[in-house]
């Protein structure tokens, strides 16, 4: 792979060539196939002068699936990095000759407006957001418009933050399974071109418990305490430590009702939008507006208020067997709303003994959650964690530890 990058008056452009044993169809660090639709794709509202390894990595988010066996870079990388991509891919990477970067002082959220990214923020009333906006590719067609980003832009300009908004058409990179980021990371290509700018020493996601340590949505349905998307000691994990930006999970110990209740009792809670498509609020008729209802409901321990009926597609996979994404909310949405056998989710009732004991778990913090923060942050979210939430007992921490298998 060969990476070139065009510096302009409002950012960056990336472009990048496959070497010949790189591949079109790809996988991302979950596994999931990636197929390529174009080599080409910009990021603005960022300057033109970050570090290299910076540049290196934030084109490493969108072009690391396609790639098999070395990179090249248009600009020298330090040795640290190039250990980095070493010992975690097997990658070559190169020209070799920077002196890495230092990190910086300030832990900035990558802020999305959903629940989880919400409670993040929380966590950290003084940290500053930095906000993905998906633009149009200039040559590749929009087959999505329903997707409201400056609805999300929009609300992220009014939590009284210090927002940077960073936009890019690097979603449009994806031919399949639909645009969206080649990897997890690439959220954060924008972030890291202006760590220097913001002098960045760490950026936080609102990762929770079931994407750190569940292995939910389409990765692994058990606990993967060697996650290699999200643990610091895997190799995005490093990767990013080499430019002196650290991963920060501010709620990966805690569930998704966690989040929701944080979120929906902060001050930004005005502004929490998880659904893509409405523009005054959320459209209540897409498969996340279903799963997020049920969380929510769950936590006001009030019956389900929902429009969809268990006949509208949306709703098909939750009538299938599981594994479900997300299964452990599922089973805390069943134990706890009442009226769930005359809802869209009765079916899966068949499938779980779910009650208020079995899933006591899922309101407390993973221990381990927090010791992974880094010592300037972590004791902030440990205090938060103690004063709202409460940590999980050990028999509770092994519930995690036991999920899957
Ligand atoms: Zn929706």
């Known amino acids: 792979m060969r990476v070139t990058w065009a510096v302009t008056s409002t950012g960056g452009d990336l472009s990048f060539r496959l070497d010949p044993e790189d591949e079109i169809t790809g996988r991302a660090s979950d596994d999931y196939p990636v197929k390529l639709a174009i080599n080409s794709c910009s990021i603005g509202g960022v300057p033109g002068d970050a570090h290299p390894d910076l540049f290196a990595v934030a084109a490493w988010t969108i072009v690391a699936p396609w790639t098999r066996r070395r990179i090249s870079f248009d600009r020298a990388i330090s040795a640290e990095l190039a ?22 002082r300030t832990l900035a959220i990558s802020y999305s407006g959903g629940a989880d990214s919400v409670a993040a923020a929380t966590i950290y009333p003084e940290a500053p957001f930095l906000h993905f906006r998906r633009v149009a590719h200039r040559r590749v067609p929009n087959r999505w418009p329903h997707y409201r980003s400056d609805v999300l832009a929009g609300l ?33 290509a924008g972030a890291l071109l202006l760590a220097d700018e913001l002098d960045l020493g760490g950026l936080g996601f609102g990762y929770e418990l079931g994407s750190r340590w569940l292995g939910g949505g389409r990765y692994l349905h058990r606990y993967t305490p060697d996650n290699p998307m999200w643990s610091p000691h895997g190799r995005w994990g490093k990767l990013f430590a080499a430019t002196g930006v650290h991963i920060v999970l501010p709620v990966g110990g805690v569930s998704e009702a966690i989040t929701m209740r944080v979120a929906l009792n902060s001050d930004l809670k005005g502004q929490v939008r998880w659904c893509l498509r409405g523009t005054d609020g959320p459209c209540r008729t897409c498969g996340k507006c279903l799963y997020k209802e049920l969380i929510q409901a769950a936590v006001e321990r009030r019956p389900l208020d929902t429009p969809l009926t268990a006949d509208r597609p949306v ?23 009442p009226g769930i056998e005359n809802t869209p989710f009765a079916r899966a009732l068949d499938y779980f003994e779910a009650t208020e004991e079995s899933t006591s778990w899922l309101d407390h913090c993973y221990p381990p959650a927090i010791d992974e923060i880094p010592a300037q942050w972590r004791d902030q979210a440990a205090a938060f964690m103690a004063a709202h939430v409460g940590f999980m007992t050990e028999a509770e921490a092994r519930r995690v530890e036991t999920w899957g298998s």
């Open 83 to 104: 250990a980095a991509f070493h010992d975690g891919w097997g990658i070559e990477a190169g020209p070799v000759g920077a002196q890495a970067r230092q990190a910086g």
């Open 156 to 188: 992220a300009g009014t939590t009284g933050r210090a927002v940077t908004t960073v936009t890019s058409d690097l979603e449009y990179t994806l031919a399949e399974p639909r645009p969206g980021y080649p990897e997890h990371h690439a959220v954060a």
């Open 315 to 337: 709703v098909r996979k939750w009538l299938k067997k599981p594994p479900y994404g997300g299964q452990e909310m599922i089973e805390y949405g069943l134990a706890r709303v």
